[in-house]
Every structure is written in structure tokens, then in C-alpha cells.
């Protein structure tokens, strides 16, 4: 069997990957491995020290590496290859290829096949508006208010289009709309109740992704 390793920007990322898509990989053929990023609180770190981490994992042999980790909680000072020069890309579509090309090239040419490189738009919470249904199910009318979830929905062409400002980030709107909302095991909860394909049928670089890991 393949071995994939996808290093999870924390354990909101680790858990949805050990839920959601590590029976998905199997059926693959593939072993899903989800360590988070090292010397880190659960948040994003520079690209110095995420690349260490990625290469350490290269080199532990046959195996693909890739990452799950938020655009929405990259700072510029952070270094990722080609990040300053991807603001002037106005199509985020676009932005994004362009930052995954300028990251596979910044890998040594001999491990540069074996990693796939991604950054979840805007953030992971955008995936689980692909379908909001699950919400009424899952929560009392006491503790959500769904009409914020739809403005939500309605205000992006798809989930993962879901603006990353400060307040309206798909983490903060999802804080505003449920009461007592859980990252971690509400997240995965949620994701797992939508479902895999619903996600990949709903958000472009998630399916692209996906399909790169099932097929490198």
C-alpha cells in the first residue's frame, strides 16, 4: 500500500483527515498518516520551518507528503514561496495554483515529486457550508441562528470563496451562528455528517486536491 503523510495545521485539520478521508485513502490503497506541524501551538508556522518538517517526512522514504493548512492564517512575514507576489493575482482560483507551483518548485528537485503541495481556502470552516443542512439537524433552534448561515452561502460562489476578513471569515461566522460552537469536534462532526463527496462536489481545490493524492 501507498503511504500518505499530510501534515494538519492542528487538530481541527488532523481529526477531519482521521474521520473523514483516512477510510476514503484505504479504499485507495493508500495509509493515511495526519501529524500536526511541529513547534507549533496548533497554528501555522513559518515556511522555514513547516519545509524541515515536510522534508523530514521525504526522506523517511516511499512515501507522498502534503499539507492541510489554512490561506487565512498565513502572514506575510511567514515566507511562503511566492506569497507576496500572489496578492496581485486577483482570481484566488488562479493565486492558489500559482502559490502551489512557487512551493513544489522551492523543494529540492530530487523530493519534488513526492510532494503535493496545498493551502485550504480560506480556511477549513468554508468546506463545511457545502452543505447546511446538517446544522438544523445537529442543533437546537436555540442555539443556531441558520439565516446566518445561508447570508453566508449566499454571499460566495462556493463554500471555499467564503470571505477571509477578520469578521467574516467562515470560523467567525460559524462562532456567530452556533452557540457553543466546537472547532475540533463539532468540525469533524459536521464534515463527517455532509460527507466527502457533497465537499468535493462543492469545492473546487479541495476536489482537485484530492484527486492529485489518489492518483501521484
Not at 503511504?3 to 495545521?9: G, N, P, S
Not at 462556493?158 to 452556533?178: Q, Y
Amino acid at each position: 500500500m501507498k503511504r500518505l503523510i499530510i501534515i494538519c495545521e492542528g487538530p481541527t485539520e488532523q481529526a477531519f483527515c482521521n474521520d473523514l478521508l483516512r477510510d476514503y485513502f484505504q479504499s485507495k490503497d493508500i495509509i493515511l498518516e495526519a501529524p500536526t506541524i511541529k513547534h507549533s501551538n496548533g497554528g501555522i508556522v513559518a515556511w522555514d520551518t513547516l519545509k524541515k518538517q515536510i522534508v523530514r517526512h521525504l526522506n523517511e522514504g516511499n512515501c507522498i507528503v502534503s499539507l492541510f493548512v489554512d490561506y487565512y492564517r498565513i502572514r506575510d512575514s511567514y515566507n511562503f514561496p511566492g506569497w507576496m507576489t500572489s496578492k496581485n493575482i486577483s482570481n484566488v482560483y488562479d493565486r492558489m495554483h500559482f502559490l502551489f507551483e512557487q512551493m513544489s518548485l522551492n523543494m529540492d528537485e530530487k523530493l519534488r515529486s513526492r510532494f503535493v503541495p496545498y493551502i485550504q481556502l480560506h480556511e477549513f470552516e468554508g468546506l463545511l457550508f457545502s452543505d447546511i443542512s446538517v446544522f438544523q439537524n445537529n442543533f437546537t433552534k436555540n442555539e443556531l441562528n441558520f439565516s446566518l448561515l445561508e447570508s453566508a452561502v449566499n454571499s460566495a460562489d462556493t463554500p471555499e470563496e467564503i470571505n477571509n476578513g477578520p469578521a467574516t471569515a467562515p470560523s467567525e461566522r460559524l462562532k456567530k451562528a452556533v452557540c457553543g460552537y466546537d472547532k475540533v469536534t463539532d468540525g469533524a462532526f459536521l464534515a463527517l455528517e455532509i460527507g466527502l463527496e457533497t465537499i468535493r462536489e462543492k469545492c473546487i481545490l479541495f476536489n482537485e486536491w484530492i484527486k492529485r493524492l489518489e492518483t501521484c
